[in-house]
């Protein structure tokens, strides 16, 4: 049976497990909030132990916190940026909206560890929590969790991802293939131009990010409850920017308008909206893998993705698009995340929104799995994928369309009647040209072909 010790708070007594780090108010918020199996991500648990460990810095340096208290409390952040003690963060994501809750669960269990490690009573609100309000460490911890997600998971996964496309369209630039457009056969182009418009769709995608993190960096520390930075040190903002750049090596800095800064994440809903777009192209990148690898027999079987598992339970040898499929579901659920943090977004109520600790969930597990599944396809699919290049010229020479570069020569009428007379009798398109122009094979086979037809342009 769970041994129980009994804790006191201004709402009087309650038990809390015996070997608990955390406190009282924590405790009221555990049976207050019984709704899921969610808990704050390590991201936003490393953040917030950053946080608390600037500002007992900076409250020692004003000379506000007593040196022996200020570190010890640095000592036991430093654990919880570590990921020591993330047992001990266990309150449910849907909770207060102001993220009071884990506020309290981050200052109960500094106080605790402080106090052990320097031997001294520290209290988790007049030490860990001084010159601060939840509605201003709340908030900035999501700050500075998705700036950490960004520079660390995302953007080196997006680049990574990059740079396999591009490697990859380097290999396969010779090749030429069947265009589509309406899922239909088009112009031609080559697997390279493919390849290289889903890595410049990929590039786009960390552009956007990037353009977006000087806003992200802008921290409302120092607005305490309101904005008005009430029993917050006037340079306190300022300096926990600073010192939190300093632990990070990232641009962190006060911003200059609290009460916007509180009262909406204006910041991080924009990095959500970018994702959302970079999701959206990955979805079409991933989807149209999936259709080129279709197959083998029945399908467009351009290329073959490498075979990473048994695909069925009961069709042997079958094997599927694995890797692109994950990819795909991350997509949708980032696409999926981003809707939750608009709509959080929109409650921020006068001076402060109350939907923040699902609004943080959401936008660091889309950055993170975002960042993750990159990595996943560009080292799983991208660069494993090998090219049915008799299959692709097969389609290509079969193909009705090549006639439109006929039109400037003979005119867009007798073009069509060359094409759908090829396709109705089966026949080659050039042998029915042949017969409907006046032109000579030698001229119909430099207009009609494909390897020309990438190079865009008048045929002459």
């Not at 960096?217 to 300022?238: C, D, K, R, W």
């Not at 069925?312 to 599927?320: A, E, L, R, T, W």
């Not at 990159?374 to 299959?391: H, I, P, Q, S």
Request: glycine fraction near 8%.
């Amino acid at each position: 049976m769970t041994e129980f010790r009994i804790e006191k708070d201004s709402m009087g007594e309650i038990k809390v497990p015996a070997d608990a780090l955390y406190k009282a108010q924590t405790q009221r918020a555990v049976d207050n909030f019984p709704v899921s199996d969610l808990r704050m991500p390590r991201l936003m648990i490393r953040a917030l132990g950053l946080v608390k460990r600037s500002a007992a810095v900076v409250n020692k340096d004003l000379g506000l916190l007593d040196a022996a208290l200020a570190d010890a409390i640095v000592a036991a952040a430093d654990e919880v940026i570590a990921g020591q003690w993330d047992a001990q963060f266990v309150v449910d994501i849907f909770q207060t909206g102001s993220g009071t809750s884990t506020n309290m669960n981050t200052n109960e269990v500094l106080a605790t560890r402080a106090s052990k490690i320097g031997g001294i009573a520290v209290h988790p609100n007049d030490h860990v929590n001084m010159g601060q309000s939840s509605n201003d460490v709340f908030p900035t911890a999501i700050h500075v969790a998705a700036y950490l997600a960004a520079a660390e998971t995302l953007i080196p996964g997006l680049k990574h991802l990059k740079g396999a496309l591009e490697k990859k369209a380097g290999e396969v630039a010779h090749i030429t293939k069947t265009g589509r457009t309406h899922l239909m056969d088009a112009m031609p182009l080559t697997l390279g131009q493919e390849l290289g418009g889903w890595a410049f769709q990929v590039g786009q995608g960390i552009e956007r990010v990037e353009a977006t993190l000087p806003r992200v960096a802008l921290l409302p520390q120092g607005g305490t409850a309101v904005g008005s930075g009430i029993n917050a040190h006037p340079e306190f903002g300022a300096r926990v920017a600073k010192e939190l750049s300093k632990q990070t090596g990232l641009p962190f800095a006060e911003s200059p308008n609290h009460f916007a800064a509180q009262a909406a994440l204006d910041g991080p809903t924009e990095l959500s909206g970018q994702l959302k777009v970079t999701a959206t192209a990955l979805m079409k990148i991933s989807n149209d893998m999936r259709w080129m690898n279709s197959g083998p027999i029945a399908g467009l079987g351009e290329i073959a993705l490498p075979s990473l598992q048994p695909g069925s339970s009961i069709m042997p040898g079958k094997v599927n698009p694995v890797i692109c499929e994950s990819m795909m579901m991350v997509a949708a659920q980032v696409i999926g995340n981003d809707l939750s943090v608009a709509i959080g977004n929109e409650r921020g109520n006068f001076q402060l929104n109350v939907m923040m600790p699902m609004m943080a969930y959401n936008l660091v597990q889309s950055l993170t799995i975002m960042g993750n599944a990159c990595v996943m396809l560009a080292d799983k699919a991208v660069a494993g994928f090998t090219v049915n290049e008799d299959r692709i010229a097969s389609l290509i020479g079969k193909n009705p369309i090549l006639v439109t570069t006929l039109n400037p020569v003979i005119g867009y009428e007798k073009a069509a009647k060359i094409a759908k007379t090829a396709y109705a009798e089966g026949r080659a398109l050039i042998d029915v040209a042949l017969e409907l122009t006046d032109l000579s094979r030698e001229e119909l086979e430099k207009l009609l072909d494909p390897k020309q037809m990438t190079e865009g342009g008048i045929m002459s």
